[in-house]
């Protein structure tokens, strides 16, 4: 199992008050889902991808990456976690402005410690399964939208990660352009990726075949499409709400 | 991460905000500037003092008028007595005192043919004084005790005045004019350098009695001697002050008024005045560094805060703290270092502008060069490492969301 939540909490304390982000869910993924989360707004999405991205911890319950035990670890084993295992693409892109595209690109190796020979021919490689290797050398500001985050992905993709997690990855694109970048990501779960997205829309959500459903930090529902292209997966694999 | 990215991204963050670096690295331009001219300063002026010690001579004793070195209220010194050569003949019979040479001094223009100098160092003196004063004839001979006696008008001059007055031509046996009155000239000095800029060989000696008679009488007289054999400078400097005190009535609550110069004088008042100019530096450098230091670190802060959701991707992408601290202390440490290159440079081109323009021949030192660097590097580390600690610590999701 790639991915094993029991009983995760996440409680955020703002003052006196506590805000319950996640009520205790339980969730397990396996390598080479394509996973959609769903869910208003405040139910905790964000911070379930947090989470799961080895972001943020969990107050209680357990997390198990690969079957490592993620809620013990510290800051730095953390950031090595995320360096060889997560690829986060944002709603906002992300990208380093004073940075080129390869640069951009390029950084998660320079954090992972990739020699430098070897970068390029990487980088080169994600920027082609992206396409965009004739905009390498452009910084962020001179890329239209769709192409930031054909670059975001390819930033995520860089150290062959073991889960790509999108935050509301089409949040800040027009239909047509979102629809582009969906089509990237299909490709990326069709060459055995694992990909975990949030979003509002249904019709992005649809590209996936298994969608969670969030209420007040809770799953409400964990269904699995049938419908879609999607290609056949392991059922029964152990799932609880 | 490799010290090469983080060292070429932090040149490409530093080189997007050029005017607010520059401003940064004010503070440190100044501090490592100042550092490298004034330790080029005191380097050129010890040189020039090693000169002049090494031409007044180590076991001189010079009673004058006025001290070498004057400090403070200079109508005290204008209200003094004269010394006059019955002093000089007085200080000559004390048995602690061994040789002896009243010596008095003006300027004035000399000429020889059509070449002329003006305002030469004419000093009336006693054969003693080659001795005392450490003076050397090239060719020729010293003024004698017969010169003297017979107030003749001879003159040994100093190396420059042979150079320029006569050229090429052989000075001795000449007959040259010191204001107006003719001089036969008898020997040539060895050459003795220069002092503050001053050439110590535009200069000439004669007899003291034709100097009284060509140039007047009335001026204080100085006098330069040695202790007597077997006799220490302090009990020879004591034997002179009770002596001059009494003959100039000082009373026994007054200070002195007079001066007893040694080379020793020299040096304390030396050490005295690199002291004071050691202290004010020490005081520059440190506070421009401060003042820099905290100008780094309040520029680091800014850029911190500013970059909060870089520093957030970053982390999100897998540095670790210690990738996000290391990145921001390269950024704070190269802009003190570059600020301490310009600073060394400008402080260098100072040293080297004041030993073309002024007799000082400043000279930048190793030493100087590697502390400012030394203290540039030091102060980035230290203004910088608070603000790269806040950088690492950050927590991703807080600086991911931050507006
Ligand atoms: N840092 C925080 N401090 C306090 N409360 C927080 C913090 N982050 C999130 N919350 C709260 O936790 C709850 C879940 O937030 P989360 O961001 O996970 O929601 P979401 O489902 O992603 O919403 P959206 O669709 O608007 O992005 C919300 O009620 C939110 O206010
Ligand atoms: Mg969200």
Known sequence: ??????????????????????????????????????GPSGSGKSTLMNVIGCLDTPTSGSYRLKDQEVGDLDDDELAEIRSAEIGFVFQTFNLLPRMTAFQNVELPLIYSKAHRRTRAERVWSVMDAVGLRERALHRPNELSGGQRQRVAIARALINNPSIILADEPTGNLDSGTGEEIMQVFEGLHRAGNTIILVTHEEYIAEHANRIIRLHDGLISSDERAARGASPTRPVGSAERT | MEFRETFLSALRTLGSHKMRSALTMLGIIIGAGSLV?????????????????????TDIISVSHFPWVQMGDSDEYRNRKSITIHDSDAIASLPSIGLVAPNIHTRRGLSYGGESMRRVRVSGTTPEYETIDNYSVESGRFITQFDVERRRQVVVIGSDVSEKLFGLRDPIAKEMRIGGKIFLVIGILEEKGDIFGESLDEHVIIPFTAFKKAFGSRRSVVVDCQPA??????????????????RRQVPRDKPDDFAINTQEDLTASYKQLTGVLYFAMTGIVALALLVGGIGVMNVMLVSVAERTREIGVRKAIGARRRDVTFQ?????VILTVLGGALGIGGGAGIGVLVRVATPLPAATTPGSVGLAVAFSLITG???????ALRAGRLNPIQALSYE
């Open chain 1, 1 to 38: 199992m790639l991915i094993q939540l029991e009983g995760v909490t996440k409680i955020y304390e703002v003052g006196t008050e506590k805000v319950n982000a996640l009520g205790g869910v339980s969730l397990s993924i396996e390598k080479n889902e394509y996973l959609a989360i769903m």
């Open chain 2, 229 to 246: 054999d077997g006799v220490t400078m302090t009990r020879a400097i004591d034997d002179i002050r009770a002596l001059m005190r009494i």
């Open chain 2, 328 to 332: 921001f202390l390269i950024e704070s």
């Open chain 2, 381 to 387: 580390i230290v203004f910088g490492v608070y603000p």
């Open chain 2, 37 to 57: 001219a004034v330790m080029s300063l005191i380097a050129g002026l010890n040189q020039s003092v090693t000169a002049q010690f090494q031409s007044v001579g």
